[in-house]
Structure formats: C-alpha cells, structure tokens
C-alpha cells in the first residue's frame, strides 16, 4: 500500500509490531488463569500438595496461625477463584502489549560465523570432505622388526 508509512524506524513494519502487540496483550491476559492454576491457586480453594499449599503454610506459621487479609497468598487465593477485575485485566493487557510490540519489532543479529567455519553458509565442494589422511607406509631403508 504505502511502505513509507509501514515502516518504523528500526526497518520493522507496523503490522508485525501490532500482530506482536495484540498476541502479547491476549498471552498475558490469559496465562495468569492458567499459572495460578497450576501453582494449586484453584477455584475450589487451594489444591493439597502444592505450591500454594506450601506459600499458605508458611505464612500461617509467620503469622501465627492465619492468613492476613491482603496478603500474597490471599490475594492470589481470591484472583485463582474469582479471577481478576476488568481494571486488572486492561492494565495486564496493556503490559503484555507493549511487551509484545517490543519483542515483535526488534531483529536478529546477523550471524558472525566466518565462511572458513564448518556448516557455513558458501561451503566449497572439497570442505565437506575427510581431511584425515591414511598413515604412510614405512620408508624401504627402515627395517621391520618381528
């Protein structure tokens, strides 16, 4: 259409910084279910046996035996079995896609292998082959012992 105004500064285009910006937004929003989830942070409370389990007892043991209102763990507790608010999720979106615009638009490093290295790029036809050679045979002079 117009490649003046898709292209950014850095050579990128636009739609590749947007596509990456918009799957980094959709990623966050969705991996934080899925992480508390499997930290044991579940709808049905917290699951035996796991990472959660293990956080909530320690707190209990640092707070003499209960878990304080607003703490790590029930904060994680309440989002694993709610989920999170609106504000929440729009804030998390917004990171994950300025993340995601960041990672979508940088670009790899040309590779810095030089042509004499093995499995380059522009090999010769005779680099590929064995460059051992047999061992040669003793000199007519030299006696052989038995």
Do not use: H, Y
């Amino acid at each position: 259409m117009f490649p003046e105004l898709c292209e950014d500064k850095e050579g990128g285009t636009m739609m590749k910084r947007a596509a990456a910006a918009a799957v980094g937004g959709v990623v966050a929003v969705g991996a934080v279910p899925v992480v508390l989830g499997a930290m044991g942070f579940t709808g049905a409370g917290i699951a035996a046996s796991s990472l959660a389990a293990k956080m909530m007892s320690a707190a209990a043991v640092a707070n003499g035996g209960g878990i304080a209102a607003g703490s790590l763990v029930a904060t994680l507790q309440s989002v694993g079995a709610a989920g999170l608010s609106t504000s929440s999720n729009i804030l998390l979106a917004s990171i994950g896609s300025a993340f995601g615009a960041l990672l979508g638009g940088s670009k790899k490093e040309p590779s810095s292998s030089s042509p004499a290295e093995p499995g380059s790029e522009g090999e010769q036809p005779g680099e590929t082959e064995s460059q051992v050679q047999p061992p040669n045979p003793p000199l007519s002079s030299e006696k052989q012992e038995k």
